[in-house]
């Protein structure tokens, strides 16, 4: 099935880079080819059925992936010794397939049918979740803010969700509103929030760390931060954007 070579590649909503970026495909995720013009091709991305345009040149066949990036980034190196010369990351949440992993780095498959190393405590087995899903979007703290993004190198809010969802086996949409309709139960106005509580506004999600501390990536702080949930709330509010729900999973 084809799949996506490079670390990542932005998905547009036309055949044109100037369209304007949607999301990223990551490294190793499967896609369903509808179209290709011979540089441009039109899929499918498997993980979240999200539709648009990508580069032809970054699709192509991969090893079935039986591991996925749990770190921000995963830096490749040319041998097992982490000192040997990188060629490379992965981002969190990109596809794996390892090769070997007896020793602290894995061997892993590239796309040009070579190999390369990774530390084996930044990938997990693709069946497997964390239990605390929430450390895991904690960990993407810093990153800094990207419309659209989905490359741990820049995120927007509804990438962290789903990034860090996606570690705890949850699979949730790419978009907050679809998010906002699809992830949980709403809580009743006199239910307080809690770890793992997902915050929506219209076109914003955030996460709530404890029970008055949000993180979230966005564009007031330019990067994924936290800060308290009434502080947002009321900045938010006075841009006429009020909290539409909170749901807990």
């Given at each position: 099935?084809?799949?996506?070579?490079?670390?990542?590649?932005?998905?547009?909503?036309?055949?044109?880079?100037?369209?304007?970026?949607?999301?990223?495909?990551?490294?190793?995720?499967?896609?369903?080819?509808?179209?290709?013009?011979?540089?441009?091709?039109?899929?499918?991305?498997?993980?979240?059925?999200?539709?648009?345009?990508?580069?032809?040149?970054?699709?192509?066949?991969?090893?079935?992936?039986?591991?996925?990036?749990?770190?921000?980034?995963?830096?490749?190196?040319?041998?097992?010794?982490?000192?040997?010369?990188?060629?490379?990351?992965?981002?969190?949440?990109?596809?794996?397939?390892?090769?070997?992993?007896?020793?602290?780095?894995?061997?892993?498959?590239?796309?040009?049918?070579?190999?390369?190393?990774?530390?084996?405590?930044?990938?997990?087995?693709?069946?497997?979740?964390?239990?605390?899903?929430?450390?895991?979007?904690?960990?993407?703290?810093?990153?800094?803010?990207?419309?659209?993004?989905?490359?741990?190198?820049?995120?927007?809010?509804?990438?962290?969700?789903?990034?860090?969802?996606?570690a705890g086996g949850y699979m949730a949409p790419r978009n907050s509103g679809?998010?906002?309709?699809?992830?949980?139960?709403?809580?009743?106005?006199?239910?307080?929030?809690?770890?793992?509580?997902?915050?929506?506004?219209?076109?914003?999600?955030?996460?709530?760390?404890?029970?008055?501390?949000?993180?979230?990536?966005?564009?007031?702080?330019?990067?994924?931060?936290?800060?308290?949930?009434?502080?947002?709330?009321?900045?938010?509010?006075?841009?006429?954007?009020?909290?539409?729900?909170?749901?807990?999973?």
């Amino acid at each position: 099935m084809p799949s996506v070579l490079p670390p990542s590649t932005p998905i547009y909503a036309e055949p044109d880079h100037q369209s304007g970026r949607e999301t990223d495909a990551l490294h190793g995720e499967s896609i369903t080819l509808l179209e290709n013009t011979g540089e441009w091709a039109r899929i499918i991305l498997d993980t979240d059925g999200y539709e648009g345009w990508i580069r032809a040149g970054d699709i192509g066949e991969m090893p079935a992936a039986s591991h996925r990036i749990i770190a921000p980034r995963g830096l490749v190196t040319t041998t097992a010794d982490i000192k040997s010369p990188a060629i490379g990351y992965r981002p969190m949440g990109a596809r794996l397939c390892v090769l070997d992993q007896s020793d602290e780095m894995a061997e892993i498959s590239l796309p040009d049918g070579t190999s390369g190393f990774i530390p084996r405590n930044q990938i997990t087995p693709m069946e497997s979740r964390v239990e605390d899903w929430v450390s895991i979007a904690e960990s993407l703290t810093g990153t800094p803010y990207r419309w659209g993004g989905r490359d741990t190198i820049g995120i927007d809010c509804s990438a962290l969700v789903q990034l860090a969802l996606a570690a705890g086996g949850y699979m949730a949409p790419r978009n907050s509103g679809d998010q906002e309709r699809s992830l949980g139960r709403t809580l009743l106005p006199d239910q307080p929030p809690m770890r793992g509580d997902l915050v929506f506004w219209k076109g914003h999600v955030g996460v709530m760390r404890d029970s008055t501390t949000l993180l979230h990536a966005n564009m007031h702080h330019t990067m994924t931060a936290s800060e308290p949930l009434l502080t947002a709330i009321e900045r938010l509010q006075s841009a006429g954007l009020p909290v539409t729900r909170i749901a807990r999973l």
